[in-house]
Each structure stands twice: as C-alpha cells, then as structure tokens.
C-alpha cells in the first residue's frame, strides 16, 4: 500500500505561507504549504506531491553536516527511526562539514527521485543553491535547526515548504536572564561571546542574548570570537580571547561545541570565569558552568519526518514551528541526545 493510502487524503486547500517576524521567523518563500496531488514542475516550492510519494515505502533524503558533533548523531537517529515508524526510508547523506559536498549530495539525492528533502545546511547561505536545485526537480524542502540565508534564498528565487528548530533567541533569552539573576544586578559583567557568525541560528541566540544582557548597565560583551562549531577551534579561539581580556568575567557560547571548548580553556587558563551557554554533550553544570540550555536534536527528526508525512496527506503545514529549549542549572546533567 502506498504511503498515501496509508495516510489517507484530505481537502487540498491553498495556504498562504507565513511570513514571520523578529522572534526569529523565516520568510519559506511564496510556494503552497499545502500540496496538490501530481508531479512538481516550475520554480519555487513544490505546490504538488512527486510520483514518488505514492509508491511503496518512499523516501526522505537527509542531508546533514556531521557525524563528529553528538547533535547530528542523535538527528540522524531521529530522522530513521521516525522514517520507519511512518512509512519512509530516510536515506541520510554526511557532508563533513562541506558546502560544496553537501550541494553535490543534494545533486545526486534529486536525480533519484525522492518524496521529499529534509535540510540541515552546513552553512546558511551557499544552502540556498541547495533549495534551488530541489525547487527545480520539484522536490519539497523541509529545512531543520540551520535555517537558509533569507536574501540567498531570495538571490535564487527559491522557496522552503517549512522551517524546525529551537527557539533560538529565546534560548538566549534565557540564559542572559540566569547570568543576571546569579551574577547579580551590581556586578560589572565583561562578556565573551563564542559564537558561529555564518549560521542564522546562532546569530540569533547572541542576539537573543544581548538584547537581555542590556538589562544590566553594568553588563557589556567585550569580544566575540568564531568557535566554527568544533570543540578544538573553540578551545583556541577562547584561549586567545581570555588572554586578551584580563578583565572578562562570564562567556556565553553558543553552540555545545563551543561550550565543551570554552570550559576546556577557562580550566586551563587559571581564571574565575563562568561559562553559560548552549549545552555541550552530557557534561554536569557546576560553580564554573553553571547553567545552559539544550536541544533535541532527535526529536526534530521525528518531528520533521512527521511534518512530511502530514504533507504527503494532504494538509498544511506551519511554515515555521519553534520548539522550547530545556534550561540546567548547577548540579545537572543533560541527558545524551540534549545537545547544544
């Protein structure tokens, strides 16, 4: 039986896509969120299903940047289980962190055919090539936790049926609002910022982070440094930055790998300086890290397989779902798979 018949069909209604706002919001484009039955053809999102969606067990081509960061261990197990659990064989693709890999494994994926392509760019911007190219073999693109570059995106005249992620800029949010409750409204607070300036997510959590940090007029980020989303580059960066900060105090990283690489360097420099952040994998808050936020990267998968099956019924989909982020303070150990 076809994974539509298993599904079942519904009214194809046309859905306007959403256009969101500063809380972190995507424009996907001006394609349907809503699909019609047939094949894709033209430019822009697909307004109609691939051939492929009606056969027997169809398949989901995964693209994601890694297999050395836990987070995308714990993704790619969520996309293939969820794929089995609904009627798909999700066949997942490893970049090793290369846009232009990443393209050419996009290039071959389309020649097969699939149902639909989940997304996790390497990097926001060249991703955009990524779109086009699925736009144009008429291919649904469900896009996750690195969102494309909206002006690339609009350079190629390419759309997205949906964006999953955290709720980044809350998640900055947040911590910003922990920093301040432990480190008190009197203290003067120079801050370091580990950061990732190339993808959209993290850009917003540091922006997220120092709209609430402003609170404080005591409070303000005195370096920011590119970690590039590894431990070791993190750790060097970091290293580099607390040499040259003598007076820095806290360092807000925002991505688990440059947490793990952050309090590798503080513990090696010596110095009382608190990191806050984005979960690095599975390692206990303390006095020195004293609190972070994490994702679920697995539970994404799930939820964007989910989201495509929904799609292949027949139903609109949200052009945006930001999921929560989970909050640990001092003492607590993030599960694995709870991830920054």
């Known amino acids: 039986m076809s994974i539509r018949k298993k599904l079942g069909t519904t009214a194809v209604v046309t859905a306007a896509v959403l256009t969101l706002g500063a809380c972190g919001g995507i424009d996907t484009g001006t394609g349907s969120n809503t699909p019609a039955s047939g094949n894709a053809t033209g430019s822009g999102a697909s307004a109609t299903l691939p051939e492929s969606c009606s056969s027997d067990n169809p398949t989901i081509a995964v693209l994601l940047p890694n ?39 996009a290039e071959a994926a389309l020649q097969k055919k699939p149902c639909a392509l989940a997304l996790n760019p390497v990097k926001s911007e060249p991703a955009a090539a990524i779109v086009r190219a699925a736009n144009d073999a008429g291919i649904p693109v469900f896009t996750v936790n690195v969102t494309v570059n909206e002006d690339a995106l609009k350079a190629q005249n390419a759309t997205i049926i949906q964006y999953l992620g955290a709720d980044n800029k809350q998640g900055g949010i947040d911590t910003a609002k922990v ?41 303000k980020v005195v370096a920011s440094v590119d970690g590039n989303v590894k431990v070791t580059d993190s750790l060097d960066v970091t290293a580099a930055m607390l040499q040259g900060n003598p007076d820095m105090n806290v360092i807000f990283a925002s991505t688990g ?34 609190a972070c936020v994490a994702q679920e990267p697995a539970d994404y998968g799930k939820r964007v397989v989910e989201q495509i099956a929904a799609y292949v019924k027949g139903e609109t989909v949200e052009s945006e779902i930001l999921r929560p982020l989970k909050m640990f303070r001092n003492g607590e150990t993030p599960a694995a798979g709870e991830v920054g």
């Open 257 to 290: 790998p440059a947490a793990q690489g952050a309090i590798e360097a503080v513990k090696a420099s010596g110095r009382d300086v608190k990191v806050y952040g984005f979960c690095a994998p599975e390692i206990t808050t303390t006095d020195a890290y004293p």
């Open 67 to 105: 297999q050395t960061n836990p987070y995308y261990v714990a993704m790619k197990e969520g996309f293939e289980t969820a794929g089995t659990d609904n009627g798909f064989t999700a066949e997942v693709q490893i970049a090793d962190d290369d846009d232009a890999q990443q393209l050419a494994q």
């Open 179 to 219: 920093v301040l409750e432990d480190m008190g409204a009197d203290t003067a607070l120079n801050i370091g910022l580990v950061t990732e300036p190339d993808e959209v997510p993290v850009v917003i959590r540091d922006e997220g982070f120092q709209e609430a940090i402003a609170e404080n007029p005591n409070a």
